[in-house]
């Protein structure tokens, strides 16, 4: 669907013949609109840049700017079209904004990508409740107002995708990280949830539940990450996944098969082998 192969540029209605001044959303004509969190880096960042060079016109929203603006120029320079969209998703009043915002300049929003995360080293001996507050902040909340500012367009016009990046932490506990497993398993089932809700209305839902990837989220763990991958690699998997409006896309292998099987496993067996997964290295 979200091929620019499959959906050749048209005018989107009522924007022909209108005495407006061009806009960003005149130029981008029928493109596909994306709203991407977490575009200043990493998974957010990959997807946005793909996405761009499919022919989508890209709404980048994060926090800092000047990452946003220097993705903007990169997309702009390679003939794609992007649009800043500065916004803590911790807030839902500037997440509300910045949806308004590309979609006043670039038309209705086809493909939300939540990828905004953030994660720390969560001890049970050393709790800090402010640490679970920030986390659900913006891995769930922050996901949750974007699905909010632009799920009734979507809705309206019978067609969009939803698209919620979890994590493979998100299946079960794993030592040391009780707040972003917790995040990370309330995105999946909120996501989860809507897909239920939203079949037949013409609204995809797209759970991704990554394992361990080379982004600046995980350069700062000091615990061995089995099955390490690329960023490149995990954006070319990822997109084929939303390019299918595959309802759920659980990767690397074997990992995720181990991951799903610890659902099943007898508890005991899993303590064994989950508490394997956090030792840290040895200087
Ligand atoms: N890398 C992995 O191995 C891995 C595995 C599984 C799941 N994931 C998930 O994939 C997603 C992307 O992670 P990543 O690895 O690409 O990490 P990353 O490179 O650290 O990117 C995180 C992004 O989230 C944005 N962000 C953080 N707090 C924000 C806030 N309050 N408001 C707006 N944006 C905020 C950051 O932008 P600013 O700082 O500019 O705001 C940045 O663009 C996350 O949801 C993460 O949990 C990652």
């Not at 996405?51 to 003939?79: P, S, T």
């Not at 609204?203 to 350069?219: D, R």
Request: proline share 6%.
């Amino acid at each position: 669907m979200y091929s620019s192969r499959a959906r050749q540029p048209r005018p989107r209605e009522g924007w022909r013949g209108s005495s407006a001044p061009p806009t960003l959303r005149a130029m981008t004509i029928d493109r596909p609109v994306s709203f991407v969190t977490g575009a200043s880096s990493g998974l957010g960042m990959g997807l946005a840049l793909r996405f761009a060079a499919e022919g989508h016109a890209v709404a980048l929203a994060a926090r800092r700017v000047d990452r946003l603006d220097e993705l903007v120029e990169r997309i702009r320079a390679a003939g794609g079209t992007a649009l800043a969209c500065p916004c803590d998703v911790r807030d839902r009043d500037q997440v509300h904004a910045a949806v308004a915002r590309a979609e006043a300049e670039l038309g209705p929003v086809d493909l939300l990508i939540a990828s905004a995360g953030v994660g720390k080293t969560t001890a049970a001996q050393n709790l800090d409740a402010a640490d679970l507050e920030w986390i659900l902040g913006v891995n769930v909340l922050g996901s949750a107002y974007a699905v909010e500012a632009v799920l009734p367009g979507m809705l309206a016009r019978r067609r969009g995708h939803l698209v919620g990046i979890g994590s493979l932490a998100g299946y079960g506990g794993l030592p040391k990280t009780a707040a972003y497993s917790a995040s990370k398993g309330a995105l999946k089932n909120y996501f989860e949830s809507l897909r239920l809700d939203l079949r037949g209305t013409g609204v995809a839902v797209t759970v991704i539940t990554p394992g361990y990837v080379k982004t600046e989220l995980t350069a700062k763990n000091a615990h061995p990450m089995p099955q390490l991958m690329e960023l490149g690699d995990a954006v070319d998997v990822m997109t084929r996944a939303i390019q299918r409006r595959a309802p759920h896309c659980a990767f690397p292998r074997p990992l995720s098969t181990l991951t799903w099987l610890g659902q099943v496993f007898p508890r005991r067996l899993y303590d064994a082998v989950a508490s394997g997964v956090r030792r840290e290295k040895k200087e």
